[in-house]
């Protein structure tokens, strides 16, 4: 059966300071009925992971494809494994779009991060063009296929839906347009990975907050969510874990 997980990804926000709101997230969910994932910037990864001490998992926002050379501002696989992270965040939309990673890099990317023993939790999702003519699942089936690498397992790949027009816009798709997306996500999954495409988790993202979560939570094959700015609050984000955790 598959375990639930609230993964949190705080994009650049946070500094150290903001490490109160892991420790009161923690305080406030100490034995949580479901995984736990905050994805801090890079700068406090290895902070955040001696306080969270294994009670929730810790990951990073991106990775370089090597792991490692003369590569500039690069952050590899193995020294996110070494700060202490267990978790990734790969083909986020807005790093799809700002720095124009295709899903061969997304691929690319995913490969190293499995084979260092991270889980990589692959973003995909249409922009509202795309939604309006009708090609999102199309965007979705293209985006499998060229970012999916070789390796990719239950234990090691989470898939998160994200469309791209709700993100931070505070518009979520309706209960019907997430089942839809999740339930073909679902079959892909199963048609490339056999069994083990059953094993696989996928999370909704796209301004999910404590009002929505329940409704989201409830439709079937959404196994949890990708919280962008309600994850920075412990407030926030432990009502959408209780949410989790109910469901």
Known sequence: MRRKLAAGNWKMNGLKASLS???????AHPGPDCDVLICPPTTL????????RGRIAIGGQNCHPRLSGAYTGGISAQMLKDAGASHVILGHSERRA?????DEVVHAKATTAISEGLVAIICVG?????????ATLDVISSQLKGSLPLN??????????EPIWAIGSGRTPTLEQIAEVHDFMRAEMVKRLGDDGDEIRLLYGGS???????DIFAVPNVDGALVGGASLLAS???AIVAALEAA
């Open 21 to 27: 709101e892991i420790e009161a997230l923690i305080a």
């Open 45 to 52: 990864i290895s902070a955040a992971a001696a306080l969270a």
């Open 98 to 102: 700002d720095r124009y990673e295709s």
């Open 126 to 134: 249409e922009t509202e063009r795309e939604r309006d003519r009708g």
């Open 152 to 161: 990719a397992s239950g234990a090691y790949l989470v898939i998160a839906y």
């Open 208 to 214: 999910v907050k404590p009002s929505n979560a329940a």
């Open 236 to 238: 926030d984000f432990g």
